[in-house]
Structure formats: structure tokens, C-alpha cells
């Protein structure tokens, strides 16, 4: 210990409050580390020291103050908001301990970016953070359960939501955006009566798709590169013929010889509203994926339409994800879904999955409202002399 007018030996106090307390005296390592904070030369690890003696002399209130100071210094310091956490888990606030261990989960690196004596700590804070959200969760849903709300409802999505199940997932065009439409994954099928039809002609479908199989050079490259355009190849996607198809339309113009080979599937799409924009849409074709294919998550061009998918060939291991909402496919069973919001899909088998793809007019887009917009692609498309096509 110092005299009086001699400078304090701030490291050589920490040791000595350290060695106390791993000798089981928290009194005399409290001293310590309170002659360091007096002589205003403290950290945020002096201020924990101080926080863990205050625990072992039961001074609880006096340890989470030690810990806030901590805090104030290192506002991201992981040990303090363990502590923290700790501090309210013991004295039964499951809200406060709850938002601290999460907020360790969120805060914290990799683990093989933390010091040892810390990996263990955020493992700790993990588990309890996912303690008490379920927890949390079986309460709220015990409070709920006399109310009546079907499991896929707009209330029972936020739900999830709030309860950190799923997560927020919002339109995204790369080109296009058309303010106001509702940000819907899938859509309800019964609002498709039109797809009856499709559904129907699966088989006949199917078989078209079959003898154009036979053609092994009838599939090319979904995304190919050309030569008067940039693009990033961000997906490793572009001229992979792991993602390949066969067009019967391609950005708004028919493909006669392809059409020819296909005669029951376009009779299949007659009652269809396919997007119609002269040089972009509709596109209509046998989207195939090859075996252990994956297509990264991504966002389509445009809000305006909507993408229908009719499997044709689906192998076990191959689903499909639309924001948080993850489907695998199931044959002569069409979905039609916003790709705008972030999506991805995969083939996990070792079998080759193929699917009918077309795009439509969202059904919320008046006769005016479509008009207006194929008006306005067409004009961009007039300037320069270019084509505005896009992949669907």
C-alpha cells in the first residue's frame, strides 16, 4: 500500500486485489481496486475487478453499479454485459437478463476470435438467451391460446416475427419498384382460379418436357453473358449450365420452334395473365436444375409481376426458400411467388429437378395500372436503341 503523498501503484494494487481474490477474500480485493477508481486511473476491467468483490462481499446493488461504470467505459464490453445479465437473471428480472444475454450474442465475434476465458462465457449467455425466449415464448402463447387465429395468418406471421422466428423480409427490385403493393412471399393459391387449368395439364406437360429432354442440346445457361452488357457474375451462375433452360417465350417474344414442340403446355397457359411488355415479358420456359445445384439467394428485377412455378420433375432433397418461408416442391402443385423479396433454391438429390417458370401481372395492378407500366418500359426501350430484356 501507499503512504500519504506517494503515488499509487495502480498495476501493483490490481495484482494484489487479483491475488485476493482468487485466495477467496473479496474485502481486501474490494479495497484494492477502490484505492485504483480513487486515484482515477481506472479502467473498465478495474471497475469488473471491483463488480466481482462487491458480489463475493453481497453487496449486490454496489457490484451493478461497478458494472454500469464498466459499461460506460466499454459500452461493447462482453464480460460486463455477461455480468450484467447475470446480475438480473439472480435478482428473477427475466426481461432485463434476457435483453443483456441476447445483446452478448449479438455483440460477440466468432468464437475463434475470443480470448478463452470468454468463449465459455458467451456459450453460457447463448444458451441462456435461448432459455428464456423460449420461455418467453410459452408464456405468451399460453396468454394467446383462447384466441382464434389460423397458424398461417398475417397476426400469427407477426408473431413469429416479434419472437425472432423468422425474420423481416421486404421487396427489393433491382430495377423497377412500384410503390404500394403488399409484401407477400407466396400467395394464396385460391386466388389463382386460372391455375386449374395449369395443374391439370401436369401430365401432358410433363411428357412435352420429357421428349425435349431427349435433346440434350435443347437446354442452355439461364443467365448467359453478353457481350453489350455488364454483369457481375455474383451468384457463380452465369453461363453454368447447372441452371439451364428451354424457352417457349423469352422476353416477350415467342420461340416458334420450341412452342411447336410444346403445343400442350401453351394451351395450358391460355388463361393465364402473363406479363405482357414487348422486348421483356412474358418469359416462359422448363427451368432445370442439375443435381447438388444451388441457386445463392438473390432479388428479381421487377415488383410489377409475379413468378409461377408447376413442378414437373421433383427428386427428394430440392426445395425452394421466399424470404422465411421454406418449400420444397411437390409435382403438378403450382405456387406463385413475389421474387422481388430475397429467394434461393436448391437440388440435393442426384436426380435432375425441372419446372414449368412463366411470370404474370400481380393481380393488385389495374388494366390501367399494367398498361402504364408495359408503356413505360416500352419507351425506355426505344431510347438508344437497345434492348431492355431480363432474366425472369
Known sequence: MSTPGQPVDARALVQQAIEALRKGDPATGRDRFQQVIASGVADASVWLGLALALRGT??????????????????????ARVMKADHYAEMGDA??????????????????????????????????????AADYE?????????LAFADDS????????????????????????FP??????????????????????????????????????????????????????????????????????????????????????????????????KGRTPSVLFSLLRPGAVIPPHHGFVNTRLICHLPLIVPEGCAFRVGNDTRPWREGKAWLFDDTIEHEAWNRSNETRV??????????????????????????????????EWSV
Open 355 to 388: 419446372i414449368l417458370l412463366f411470370d404474370v401481372w400481380r393481380p393488385e395492378l389495374s388494366d390501367e395500372e399494367r398498361a402504364l407500366v408495359a408503356t413505360m418500359f416500352e419507351a425506355i426501350d426505344a431510347y438508344g436503341g437497345g434492348g431492355g
Open 154 to 177: 398475417a397476426f400469427a406471421q407477426s408473431l413469429d416475427l416479434m419472437l425472432g422466428k423468422k425474420q423481416i423480409y421486404l421487396q427489393q427490385p433491382k430495377h423497377f419498384y
Open 95 to 132: 426481461r432485463a437478463a434476457s435483453a443483456f444475454y441476447a445483446s452478448v450474442v449479438r455483440a460477440a465475434p466468432p468464437p475463434e476470435q475470443l480470448p478463452p476465458e470468454l468463449r465459455n462465457e458467451v456459450a453460457r449467455a447463448e444458451v441462456m438467451s435461448r432459455r428464456y
Open 138 to 146: 410459452v408464456f405468451l402463447r399460453d396468454r394467446l391460446s383462447g
Open 180 to 277: 404500394g403493393l403488399p409484401q407477400t412471399q407466396f400467395y394464396d393459391r385460391a386466388q389463382f382460379p386460372w391455375l386449374d387449368a395449369v395443374e391439370a395439364a401436369t401430365d401432358a406437360i410433363r411428357a412435352e418436357l420429357l421428349e425435349v429432354m431427349k435433346d440434350h442440346a435443347a437446354f442452355t445457361p439461364y443467365l448467359e453473358s453478353r457481350a453489350d452488357r455488364p454483369f457481375q457474375d455474383v451468384h457463380g451462375m452465369l453461363d453454368n449450365p447447372d441452371w439451364s433452360a428451354f424457352y417457349l417465350w423469352k422476353n416477350g417474344e415467342p420461340v416458334a420452334d420450341n412452342i411447336a414442340r410444346c403445343p400442350n403446355t401453351m394451351a395450358a397457359l391460355a388463361g393465364a395473365p402473363l406479363a405482357r411488355i
Open 58 to 79: 453481497n453487496d449486490k446493488e454496489g457490484s451493478l453499479v461497478a458494472i454500469e461504470q464498466a459499461l460506460k467505459l466499454e459500452p461493447r464490453n462482453i464480460r
